[in-house]
C-alpha cells in the first residue's frame, strides 16, 4: 500500500512529538523539515535520518522539491492561519496544530481554501484517537452506558479563557465524538469572582488569540437531547488530573483521564449514579486500544502515533481524519460562542451567523480599542501580570 510522504513545518516541541509519530509509523516517511531557525531541524534532521538536503527554511522550496502528501503544521497557534493558507496554495493536504485558527473567519478561510484545492484539513488532537480514547468510544459503542445522556469535561487548570483556547479545544473534540454537533452554547464568565467586563479582555499569553475569563463554566446542548458541561476554570496550580471527561448514561458511566501514559486511562462504572453502600459503585480499568501498527519500543507517543495512523487510513479510504478541518472549524464556533454567551449574558445558537470575534466586537460596541499585545509570551508572567492588575499580590 502507499506509503505517504510527510513534510514538518516547526521543530518545536509539538514538531518533535509529530515528527517522532510519522518517523515511527511504517507507512509514511519523514521528508522534508522547515523551521526558521536551523539548530531545530538539525537536531531532528539527525534524529530523524532526514538528510540536509531536505532540511529547509523556506516552506515554498521544501514543498516544492519535496513533493509531500501531507504537512504537517505544530507552530505556535498565531501562525496557524497564514502558514496553513501559504501550505494550502501548493495543494498539499494538512495537519495543523489545535486550535486550528484563533478565530472564525480565519477558520472560514481555510476550510473554503481547502476544498478549493481538493484536498484534506485534520487538526491535530491527538487524545481524540489514543488508545484510552480508542478504549472510552468502544465501551459506548457497545452500549455499556446504555443511553447518553450528559457530558462533563475538565480543563487543568490554567486561566479560563487561556485553557479554553488551549486545553478546551482537546476536550470539545472528545465530547463531540460522542454528543456528535453542538446545537447551542450557554456561558458564565467569571474573574476576581464576578462577571466579566469588556475591561478583562485580554490578547492571550502564547499567540491564543482575544480571551477572558478567569473562570469559565459552560453549558453546551447537542443533539438527541444530551447536554453537557465544560469547566475551564483556573486552579492556584495546574492540575493535570483534573483534565478528565465523564459520560452520564442511563445504565452506566465511563471516565477518561488524560493526564499521561501512566496516570491516565479509561474506566466504566456499571451505575449511572454514585451509590456509596451499593455493590456495583466500583469503576472497572478498560484495556487501551492501540493501533495495530504502533511499536511501544519507539519514541513515538501512543497518541501521535495514533493520530498519525488514522490519517494513513483516512487518507488510503478518501475520506476525512476523525478529527477533520470541518469538526476542527466547529470547536472554534463553539469556543467563540462560549466568549459570546459569557460577553453578552444570553444563549447562543451554533453555527452563529456573526463570524467576527465576539469580545472585539463587545469591546467595540463599549468605545474600546483591541487589547493591547500580553506583556509577555510567556503564560506564566503574563498571569503575574494579571494578578497584579486585579490587586493581587
Not at 504502533?294 to 497518541?303: G, K, M, V
Request: aromatic share 8%; with cysteine.
Amino acid at each position: 500500500m502507499k506509503t505517504y510522504r510527510v513534510a514538518l513545518l516547526g521543530c518545536r516541541g509539538r514538531g518533535t512529538a509529530a515528527g517522532r509519530a510519522y518517523y515511527a509509523h511504517p507507512r509514511t516517511d519523514l521528508v522534508g523539515l522547515c523551521d526558521l531557525i536551523p539548530e531545530r531541524f538539525n537536531k531532528l534532521g539527525d534524529e530523524f535520518e532526514v538528510p540536509p538536503s531536505a532540511r529547509y527554511t523556506d516552506l515554498d522550496k521544501m514543498i516544492e522539491e519535496v513533493q509531500p502528501d501531507i504537512v504537517a503544521i505544530p507552530t505556535a497557534t498565531e501562525l496557524h492561519y497564514e502558514l496553513s493558507m501559504r501550505v494550502l496554495e501548493h495543494g498539499v493536504n494538512i495537519e495543523v496544530e489545535k486550535p486550528m485558527c484563533i478565530d472564525l473567519e480565519q477558520a472560514d478561510a481555510v476550510i473554503a481554501k481547502a476544498q478549493a484545492q481538493g484536498v484534506k484539513v485534520a487538526v491535530h488532537q491527538q487524545s481524540r484517537a489514543g488508545p484510552n480514547m480508542q478504549a472510552t468510544f468502544r465501551a459506548f459503542q457497545e452500549g455499556r452506558i446504555g443511553r447518553l445522556r450528559y457530558i462533563t469535561g475538565s480543563g487543568k487548570g490554567y486561566y479560563g479563557g487561556y485553557g479554553l483556547m488551549n486545553i478546551g479545544t482537546h476536550m470539545l473534540n472528545n465530547m463531540l465524538q460522542f454528543g456528535e454537533r453542538c446545537r447551542s452554547v450557554s456561558a458564565v464568565a467569571l474573574t476576581d469572582g464576578r462577571l466579566v467586563t469588556p475591561d478583562d479582555v485580554h490578547t492571550s499569553p502564547a499567540g491564543m488569540g482575544t480571551i477572558t475569563g478567569e473562570s469559565i463554566t459552560a453549558t453546551l446542548q447537542f443533539g438527541d437531547n444530551v447536554t453537557g458541561t465544560l469547566l475551564q476554570h483556573r486552579f492556584p496550580v495546574v492540575q493535570l488530573e483534573a483534565y478528565s471527561l465523564e459520560l452520564y448514561g442511563t445504565e452506566g458511566r465511563l471516565l477518561f483521564n488524560a493526564s499521561g501514559r501512566e496516570t491516565g486511562g479509561a474506566w466504566c462504572m456499571p451505575t449511572p449514579h454514585h451509590l456509596p453502600d451499593g455493590t456495583n459503585n466500583r469503576w472497572e480499568r478498560l484495556d487501551p486500544i492501540y493501533p495495530e501498527l504502533y511499536d511501544p519500543a519507539s519514541s513515538a507517543s501512543p497518541d501521535d502515533f495514533a493520530f498519525a495512523d488514522e490519517y494513513v487510513r483516512a487518507l488510503d479510504e478518501d475520506r476525512d481524519h476523525a478529527c477533520s478541518g470541518d469538526e476542527g472549524r466547529h470547536i472554534v464556533e463553539i469556543m467563540m460562542g462560549i466568549f459570546e454567551s459569557a460577553a453578552y449574558g444570553r444563549r447562543v445558537e451554533l453555527p452563529q451567523p456573526g463570524r467576527d470575534h465576539p469580545l472585539l466586537r463587545w469591546r467595540r460596541e463599549h468605545g474600546l480599542d483591541d487589547p493591547p499585545p500580553p506583556v509577555s509570551r510567556s503564560y506564566s508572567d503574563w498571569l503575574v501580570a494579571e494578578d497584579r492588575r486585579l490587586g493581587r499580590s
